[in-house]
C-alpha cells in the first residue's frame, strides 16, 4: 500500500510538467503545488484556500504533502489546467477582468466563482448582469466631507455613456453624472478597509474627483466593476474603430502605479515638510492629505527622459524640515520636487516606480493631458 501512494506521489508530481500545469488554473502564480482532485486543475495555496470555499464543487489537496489515490491521479491526467481552462472559460468576454496573483482576494474569488460555482463563461445568459449596458443599483458611497458611507442609486447606462449617482432613492436628478470616457475603477480593499472597497475616479472640472463605493455582496461588486469595464470598451471601440482588441483592453480600467505615505515640501523648498498620501497615476503624481480624499491637493506631471525628467535617491545639500530620512529628489525642466520616504524599502520602490514611468517615452495623448506643473501647489 506505501509502495503505491509513494508511486501516485510521484505520478502527480510529473503531471506539474504538462503543458498548463505550470502554472495556477486561475491566477496564473507559477509553480502551483496544491490541486482540485473533483476539478482535474492544479492551483496555487492562495487560490486552494477560495476553492476550499467552494468544497461542494471542488476538492483540493496537496501535491507534495497529502496521500493520492489512482483514481485521483487518473483524473488529474485527464483534465489538467489546459482542458479545464478550454471548458471553464469557453465565452469569457473580452472585457472581463480575469485576475492574476497580484490582484485582490475579491476579484480571484469571484473569478472561480464564476468558472466552477455559476458556470457564467459557458453559458452567455449568465453573462447578463455586467453585459448587459445598463445596470441599476444600491451602493454603499463614501461622503466627501463627513466620511460615512450612504446608500446610493447608481445607475450605469452605456447608450448614454454615463454612470450616475442619486443622494435620495426617488431623486429624478442624479448628484453627480460621470462620463464613460474619463471613467476608472479600481479596488481598494486596504485603503478603504473593506475587502469590497472599490475607487471610481473621473474628471470634474479638469479635475480627478474620487468617489469611494462598497457592496456587502462580493459578486455584486466585481459585476459593476466589469459592468464599467463593458461600458467603457463599447465606448473605445466606437471612439477608436481601428483599434484591436489588445490595444484596447489596457485601457478599460487601471490599477495605480504605486500608493503610500511620503514628506513632501514646497515649491521654494524652505517650508517643512509634510506627511501626504501619493498616487501615481500614469504620468500624474497626485497628492492628498487623507487617503479617501475627494479630490487631490495638488499635482505633478513626470515626464520621460527624452523630455528631461530624472530621478535620484537622497535630497539636496542643506534641506531642512524633514522627518523621514529617505529622501526622493525628482529632476522636472521647470524645477525640483523634494520627497521623504520613512523607510530604505519605501524609497526604493517609489524611485522605481518613477523610474518605470521616465524611462517609458511620452505618447502623444500624454503631451495633451499634461497640466501646467508650475501651477500645481505642493
Excluded at 521647470?334 to 524609497?347: G, I, N, V, Y
Aim: net charge positive; glycine share 8%; with cysteine.
Amino acid at each position: 500500500m506505501a509502495s503505491d501512494q509513494e508511486d501516485n506521489g510521484q505520478r502527480v508530481k510529473r503531471l506539474l510538467g504538462k503543458p498548463g500545469n505550470g502554472n495556477c488554473a486561475d491566477c496564473g502564480a507559477a509553480d502551483p503545488e496544491w490541486a482540485s482532485y473533483t476539478l482535474g486543475v492544479f492551483v496555487c495555496l492562495s487560490c486552494s484556500g477560495l476553492h476550499r470555499n467552494i468544497a461542494r464543487i471542488s476538492k483540493v489537496k496537496s501535491v507534495l504533502l497529502d496521500p493520492w489515490s489512482a483514481s485521483e491521479v487518473e483524473l488529474m491526467d485527464s483534465v489538467g489546467n489546459n482542458a479545464a481552462k478550454a471548458k471553464y472559460e469557453k465565452i469569457v468576454p473580452a472585457f472581463y477582468y480575469c485576475p492574476t496573483h497580484k490582484d485582490c482576494m475579491l476579484l480571484k474569488e469571484q473569478w472561480i466563482r464564476a468558472k466552477y460555482e455559476r458556470k457564467e463563461f459557458q453559458c452567455v445568459e449568465r453573462q447578463e448582469p455586467y453585459s448587459a449596458g445598463y445596470r441599476e443599483g444600491f451602493l454603499w458611497k463614501r461622503g466627501r466631507d463627513n466620511g460615512q458611507y450612504l446608500s446610493r442609486k447608481f445607475i450605469l447606462s452605456e447608450r448614454e455613456g454615463v454612470l450616475k449617482y442619486f443622494k435620495k432613492h426617488d431623486a429624478r436628478e442624479p448628484k453627480a453624472t460621470m462620463k464613460i470616457n474619463t471613467l476608472n475603477a479600481t479596488f481598494q480593499p486596504t485603503k478603504m478597509g473593506t475587502a469590497q472597497g472599490l475607487q471610481i475616479t473621473y474628471l470634474k472640472d479638469n479635475s480627478t474627483r474620487n468617489i469611494f463605493v462598497y457592496h456587502e455582496d462580493g459578486k455584486e461588486m466585481v459585476d459593476w466593476f466589469n459592468g464599467i469595464r463593458a461600458a467603457r470598451f463599447h465606448y473605445l471601440q466606437v471612439a477608436f474603430p481601428g483599434a484591436s482588441i489588445s490595444d484596447l483592453l489596457p485601457k478599460l480600467t487601471r490599477n495605480y502605479i504605486m500608493e503610500g505615505y511620503m514628506e513632501k515640501t514646497g515649491p521654494k523648498h524652505t517650508e517643512g515638510f509634510k506627511k501626504r498620501w501619493f498616487t501615481m497615476d500614469e504620468r500624474r503624481l497626485m497628492y492628498f492629505k487623507d487617503p479617501l480624499d475627494a479630490y487631490a491637493r495638488g499635482e505633478v506631471f513626470i515626464g520621460s527622459r527624452e523630455n528631461s525628467y530624472s530621478v535620484h535617491p537622497g535630497l539636496p545639500q542643506n534641506t531642512q524640515g524633514y522627518h523621514w530620512q529617505f529622501g526622493i529628489t525628482i529632476v522636472t525642466p521647470d524645477r525640483k520636487f523634494l520627497f521623504a520616504c520613512e523607510t530604505d524599502e519605501d524609497q526604493k520602490d517609489w524611485i522605481s516606480a518613477f523610474q518605470t514611468v521616465i524611462n517609458r517615452p511620452m505618447q502623444p495623448r500624454e503631451y495633451a493631458g499634461k497640466p501646467n506643473t508650475r501651477k500645481v501647489i505642493m
